[in-house]
């Protein structure tokens, strides 16, 4: 065990739980689109913080490579992803993820 | 000079093929003229021809046996037939029969069916059912007189459905040839078991088989009595008897030739050609001898309540074939082929006779409406009561010499008085009833309501051949059949003198009778007492066979129409489309549904993970 | 050679009628007709066999040909003609050309696809009737499939989706079943001998457990008799018959049906002997009670069209009889039945198609008294119906009546059962007779429509018709030429499952007479 235990590695690890938790509740309960996608970046970037908590811990630098490429990820998403809301937005006047169930069984 | 009987079935056959084929090559229908010539000629040939073999090969030598050997019809593994004739004196009678009563209701019918636009039609048919009833007494396998059997069956539903625009005649044809079907069932089945047994069909193989080999009795007694199934089915006996009266639909000479003279007996020839296995079997004789007698009283009183001239005839038919039966139950072959013959005379003579007061009369049926014809159509009327004289078996006509036989033998069989013989001479009686009463009640007596424009409507060629069956039903009583050669010689000594003296009298009380009772129902006119109801509805058999088999057949598969095995593929098609409906209904498009449960899913996974 | 020709001149003419429908807008029937009759002609290389039954050198091939196809596996493109295949190809053929001249006018879309579909199917079939490779015989069995499922689907009637979608799962579920008993067949033989291989006369010899040899039969059978089609597998047929267009129907009762029969006598009889032996009853039973359930639900029908289908339904139960009695007259009437029973309902449904063409209705409950207005057709119509009902003298008669005489020496309560089916036969042969043909005509149709829709049949129909009827006479009178055609293979069949349990049989039928002499319990002496 080369490095000492890091103090801060449960709360790391809990402000990133929360931090998710609190992106999936608002994906659930949030119908625009819009905060939607906020939700979403709160998901990743509590992903993105458990890579940084992790890396600190093990001491190992693969966590902040992985950060990095979150970030680029959830920037490459979020271009996608208002494209297509712009679109949706274009076709249906609304921001109303409810409305957008065309794909149902 | 055999060979020409080759050409007796072949000559109807071609007259069929060019009367079917004329629209392939000539657009306009026909005149009857020249289907009368094809018609008429073609079994007008058949008949010379015959005679001419029966004068020059059978007469001379009684014990001649003909066969004529055509091609090979099938032959697999051990199965082996032939389309071969084999004629001997048998055949020949019916050949005879055939070819000479068919040729003059033939000639009969060009009269009768004058101006009938299916004219053509007509002669096609009449044509191909003595192709196939030739076929059918010549055959000398019997799958080759199955052949003919239900060829001449199918001309028989062809022929009652002739005016088919009835839909009632329609039916009255498709009873009959189901009815006879079913007997054709249990006939068939009878040949599976034959072939079963003696690994042959042909019939003279078939009876010497059954003759040398100590053949199981048993297996003989059940072909035996599945032969008798389709003899009964054929010939309108108990309990198949029902179709008989209702093919009374089609035109009246065929019912002449058909439903009297010719395809109704050959139930009584297929019987007396596989004579020697019957006689190997007590059970089938008995049951062919009492289902004779049984027929013939029934069908005798149902012939007493008729009121359509035409259903007289055929109860009187069937009780006169019911005789037959009677007679081959009781081995008196050669009496039971006499009285086909002579039947053959009288009963085409009084259908044809019956048919010229129907033209007459503009096809009116019903007795109770006539009356008094005699003044008009006298001619018809000495005919008909020469066929009522013979039916009836008054002395010296053709049909007491032949039922004389029958009752003799009949009397002779159990040594004395006996329940076959009693049959005999009660039916005897009410024959003398019946057949009197119809004739009473057209001819004699007051004039009524269809009387009255009754116009003669016979011409010559329907008078030529009236006056010839007359003839021949007066006198055919001579003309015996010289049948030893087939059946053996049979002798019986003379019983005592009342018992021919009762079989006299007989149809002379039976006479009397009939004046009285016509004298009163022209006065009651057409009601019955119940029992005459009974007797009217051919003992209620119809309705019987109606409630019994019909009616639960057709609500059976009415009620299954729609296939039952069906459903379980319907069902199972059902289920999985209920079953994917259920599923789908969790695939509502709802984005925030979906992530929903795929959070609750990542929960439970994660909680059995740490619970694990 | 002749076989590869056939197969590839029915496929390539399939493919040139598709494509000239752009430049000849009725030019694919006439290239349908051309290759129905080139393939006629390449037949009748085979003349010379038929004087000579005796097979050629070893088994009863007349000619065969084979190349590797997929030799890892073991399969190889192997074609075969023995007796019973010539009956069929020539049966296939002669129905191609009878339903194409029937319907020549009646396509009016799409018809160069049509035409393909047609043909392909045909090619199908001559394959299926040919093929001698187990895994070559299941290709082919795929490839008719699929066409005729368009020509339901495409030129049907109302229903002819559902009808179309019933067909092709019943057939595809049970060729799967096939599928496996064919891989598992070749696997146990490879297992057994380290050779894999999917030809059938190498897997004749195929050394089998009883148990095993069931189960592979089953398989084989269950897809054959969904194809025949027997109890309580023929719900596909009703429907499909029904709403198929007239081609359809004729190539589905005259050649598609005999596909099953065909399978039963070539494939499940010599390869599972001991097991069809011992199934042998029960299928005598399902062939009897198909025939007498299949009469009755005839009976039952309003739709015209679905009456002659479900008398298929109950004419092949007479071949399914006569194959499982296991006797040479029974199973060479069933051949003969597979025959007759190709051109008595191929030309009802001709007929059938021909009235719904004049008077736009199937429904019986509204035709009648038809023979005022159409008296050839209705004639025509009255003979069919007649061999249909199993008339002697015509081609039915001699195979049902072989049927029966061979299966009533090894099972007679069974056959007598199925005996009955011939009062079934007549009731309702005649009552379409009565409904359709006799009785009032209806008012509707009383003045022909000004079309001249309601004209007679024409000469191309009369002729094409009347040669049926010819047939059936001949076969009715003259049969011994086709059985002496099919002779060697039905023998041999025989001989081979004779061969396995030499007594059973014999004792069976003893047993029987045994039986039927306690049962009637006869007091004569």
Redesign the interface.
């Known amino acids: 065990m080369p490095f000492e235990t890091a103090p801060g590695l449960e709360a790391g690890v809990l402000l990133a739980s929360i931090l998710f938790c609190l992106g999936l509740a608002g994906l659930m309960m949030r119908r625009n689109i819009i905060f939607m996608l906020m939700c979403v970046e709160i998901c990743t970037n509590a992903a993105a913080l458990m890579f940084v908590v992790a890396g600190a811990h093990w001491g190992n630098a693969d966590g902040q490579v992985m950060f990095v490429f979150v970030v680029t990820l959830a920037a490459a998403e979020v271009a996608i992803a208002l494209a297509l809301v712009l679109q949706f937005y274009h076709r249906k006047h609304t921001v109303d993820i409810d409305q957008l169930n065309e794909l149902r069984g | 000079m055999q060979g020409l009987l080759a050409w007796v079935p072949l000559l109807p056959l071609i007259g069929f093929l060019l009367l079917v084929a004329i629209p392939l090559f000539y657009s306009k229908e026909p005149s009857e003229k020249f289907v009368t010539a094809i018609g008429v000629g073609s079994v007008g040939i058949s008949a010379l021809l015959t005679a001419i073999v029966a004068t020059t090969v059978f007469w001379q030598n009684p014990g001649e046996v003909v066969n004529i050997a055509l091609w090979q019809w099938m032959l697999v593994d051990n199965l082996e037939l032939g389309f071969n004739f084999h004629v001997d004196w048998l055949t020949l009678v019916m050949l005879m029969i055939i070819t000479g009563v068919g040729f003059l209701i033939h000639l009969y019918s060009a009269g009768y069916m004058r101006e009938d636009p299916d004219f053509r039609r007509y002669f096609a048919y009449l044509n191909l059912f003595v192709c196939a009833m030739l076929i059918l007494v010549m055959a000398d396998n019997l799958v080759l007189l199955y052949l003919g059997w239900e060829g001449v069956g199918l001309c028989s539903y062809l022929l009652i459905g002739f005016w088919y625009k009835n839909p009632a005649n329609g039916a009255a044809a498709q009873k009959a040839f189901i009815v006879t079907r079913i007997g054709d069932t249990a006939m068939a089945i009878g040949l599976f078991l034959l072939f079963f047994e003696f690994s042959t069909l042909n019939i003279p193989q078939l009876i010497s088989a059954a003759d040398s080999s100590g053949a199981n009795s048993q297996i003989i007694t059940v072909a035996t009595l599945l032969l008798l199934g389709g003899a009964v089915g054929k010939s309108a006996q108990l309990p198949l008897q029902t179709w008989l009266p209702d093919a009374m639909a089609g035109p009246t000479p065929v019912s002449a030739l058909i439903h009297a003279a010719t395809m109704v007996t050959a139930g009584v020839y297929l019987i007396a050609r596989m004579h020697p296995l019957y006689m190997l079997s007590e059970t089938a004789m008995t049951a062919v001898a009492v289902v004779g007698a049984l027929t013939l009283l029934l069908a005798g009183f149902s012939a007493i309540a008729q009121s359509d001239i035409k259903r007289v005839l055929a109860y009187s038919t069937i009780s006169q074939i019911g005789y037959m039966f009677l007679a081959l139950g009781v081995g008196a072959w050669s009496g039971a082929i006499f009285h086909l013959m002579t039947h053959a005379f009288f009963k085409a003579l009084l259908f044809l006779s019956a048919g010229s007061v129907i033209l007459s009369l503009h096809h009116e049926q019903n007795i109770f409406t006539m009356g008094g014809l005699y003044r008009r159509i006298p001619f018809t009327f000495i005919c008909f009561a020469i066929g009522c004289a013979c039916l009836a078996a008054l002395p010296f006509t053709s049909g007491f010499y032949s039922k004389d036989q029958i009752l003799l033998r009949a009397w002779e069989f159990h040594d004395g008085f006996n329940s076959l013989w009693l049959a005999g001479i009660l039916g005897a009686l009410v024959t003398g009833i019946y057949s009197f009463r119809v004739l009473f009640l057209v001819f004699a007596g007051s004039e009524g309501s269809s009387s009255s424009h009754c116009k003669d409507a016979n011409n010559t060629v329907m008078r030529v051949p009236l006056a010839i069956l007359a003839t021949l039903a007066l006198f055919g009583g001579m003309l015996a059949p010289p049948l030893q050669s087939v059946f053996g010689t049979q002798t019986w000594e003379h019983p005592a003198a009342w018992v021919e003296g009762v079989a006299i009298a007989m149809p002379l009380i039976g006479l009397v009778i009939a004046w009285g009772l016509s004298r009163q129902q022209q006065k009651t006119g057409e009601k019955r007492s119940p029992i005459m109801q009974f007797w009217f509805s051919g003992w209620g058999f119809d309705w019987l066979y109606e409630n019994l088999l019909a009616k639960p057949f057709r609500n059976l598969a009415r009620l299954n129409h729609k296939d039952i095995i069906d459903s379980i593929y319907k069902g199972t098609a059902a289920f999985s489309q209920q079953l994917n409906s259920l599923l789908s209904s969790s695939q509502n498009g709802q984005i925030r549904w979906y992530l929903a449960t795929f959070a609750a899913g990542s929960i439970l996974f994660l909680a059995l993970l740490v619970a694990l | 050679m002749t076989l590869l020709a056939i197969i590839i001149i029915l496929f390539a003419g399939g493919i040139i009628a598709w494509l000239s429908e752009r430049y000849l807008q009725k030019g694919g029937r006439w290239i349908s007709l051309v290759s129905l009759l080139l393939a006629a002609l390449l037949l009748v290389n085979y003349w010379s066999y038929l004087g000579t039954p005796q097979s050629v050198s070893g088994g009863p091939w007349w000619d065969s040909l084979q190349a590797a196809w997929i030799p890892r596996f073991g399969i190889s493109f192997h074609l075969a003609v023995d007796g019973l295949s010539f009956l069929m190809l020539t049966l296939t053929i002669a129905m191609g050309i009878f339903g194409l001249v029937m319907t020549w006018n009646d396509i009016n879309f799409r018809r160069g696809f049509f035409y393909f579909n047609f043909l392909w199917t045909l090619a199908g079939v001559v394959g299926v009737f040919t093929a001698i490779d187990l895994f070559l015989f299941f290709f082919f069995w795929e490839v008719m499939l699929i066409p005729m499922l368009f020509l339901i689907a495409v030129w049907g009637y109302e229903k002819r989706i559902y009808a179309a979608i019933?067909f092709f799962i019943f057939t595809q579920a049970s060729s799967l079943l096939m599928l496996i008993a064919i891989v598992g067949l070749a696997y146990i033989h490879y297992r057994n001998s380290g050779q894999l291989t999917f030809n059938y006369n190498e897997l004749l010899g195929a050394e089998l457990t009883a148990n095993a040899a069931y189960w592979l039969m089953l398989g084989f059978f269950i897809a054959f008799i969904v194809k025949l089609p027997a109890?309580?597998f023929?719900?596909w047929l009703?429907d499909a018959h029904t709403q198929a267009p007239t081609a359809g129907s004729i190539l589905l009762a005259a050649i598609l049906l005999k596909t099953g029969a065909y399978g039963l006598l070539r494939f499940n009889l010599p390869l599972f002997p001991e097991s069809s032996m011992a199934f042998a009853p029960v299928a005598m039973t399902i062939g009897a009670i198909s025939v007498i359930y299949g009469a009755?639900?005839a009976?039952?029908?309003?739709d015209m069209k679905r009456l002659v289908a479900y008398s298929s339904v109950s004419h092949m139960g007479f071949v399914l009889l006569g194959l499982y009695a296991l006797?040479?007259?029974a199973v060479?009437?069933a051949v003969m039945q597979m025959i007759a029973h190709g051109l008595s309902t191929a030309a009802l449904f001709a007929l059938v198609g021909a009235l719904q063409h004049r008077l736009h209705t199937r429904d019986m409950q509204q035709l009648g008294?038809v023979?005022?207005i159409l008296p050839?057709l209705s004639?025509v119509a009255l003979f069919f119906a007649?061999a249909s009902l199993g008339?002697?003298?015509l081609g039915n008669?001699?195979a049902e009546?072989?049927v029966?005489?061979?299966s009533?020496?090894s099972n007679?309560w069974i056959?007598?059962l199925a005996?009955?089916g011939?009062?079934g036969a007549?009731?309702y042969a005649?009552?379409m007779m009565?409904r359709v043909?006799?009785?009032?005509?209806r008012n509707q149709f009383e003045s022909p429509s000004e079309s001249g829709d309601t004209a007679d049949l024409s000469l191309r129909e009369?002729c094409a018709l009347l040669s049926l009827a010819l047939l059936l006479v001949v076969i009715g009178?003259?049969?011994?030429p086709i059985?002496n055609i099919s002779?060697p293979t039905v023998t041999q069949a025989i001989a081979e499952i004779k061969a396995v349990a030499p007594d059973q049989n014999l004792l069976s039928s003893q047993s029987q007479r045994q039986e039927?002499?306690i049962s009637?319990g006869?007091?004569?002496?």
């Open positions: 019933k109890l309580p023929h719900t009703p009755m639900l009976f039952a029908q309003r006797d040479t007259i060479q009437g008294g023979w005022a050839k004639a007649i008339l002697p003298g008669f001699v009546f072989t029966l005489v061979g009533f020496r007679h056959t007598a005996a009955i011939l009062i007549a009731l005649l009552l009565q043909f006799f009785g009032k005509l009369s009178l003259r049969p011994q059985f002779e039927i002499l009637t006869d007091k004569s002496p």
